[in-house]
């Protein structure tokens, strides 16, 4: 389950980037957003559950927010444009890129 929560955030980042695309100074509102729709997509999967949502976005919250600075960090080291929606298709599949 984590791993699919986890492309799922990495795909959510690329859409909050595009929609902010060329406006400096947004880094905490493009947080606040990945950081929302995750808690919802959170609270949706758990609701199938026993109950215990709210607990369970407190649990994994700080997990969550590590994996969105991380995956942003790397990203903006690689520089944009490095890695397409091909090459991220092409390296889920186990190839290497063309």
């Known amino acids: ?3 699919s929560y986890a492309l ?3 795909k ?7 929609v902010y ?10 947080k606040a957003s990945v950081m929302a729709v995750a ?8 609701a199938v559950s ?8 407190e ?10 600075d991380s995956a942003v960090s790397i990203t903006n080291a690689i520089a944009p444009g490095t ?9 889920k599949a186990g190839l290497m890129p063309e």
């Open 59 to 68: 649990a994994i919250v700080p997990m969550v927010s590590a994996f969105v």
């Open 21 to 30: 695309t060329g406006i400096k100074g947004k880094g905490s509102v493009k």
């Open 50 to 57: 026993t109950g215990g949502q709210k607990d369970t976005w």
């Open 8 to 10: 799922m955030i990495l």
């Open 12 to 18: 959510l980042i690329g859409v909050v980037e595009e």
């Open 39 to 46: 808690q919802e997509v959170a609270t949706d999967m758990t």
């Open 83 to 91: 890695v397409t929606d091909e090459a991220f298709e092409r390296s």
């Open 1 to 3: 389950m984590w791993l």
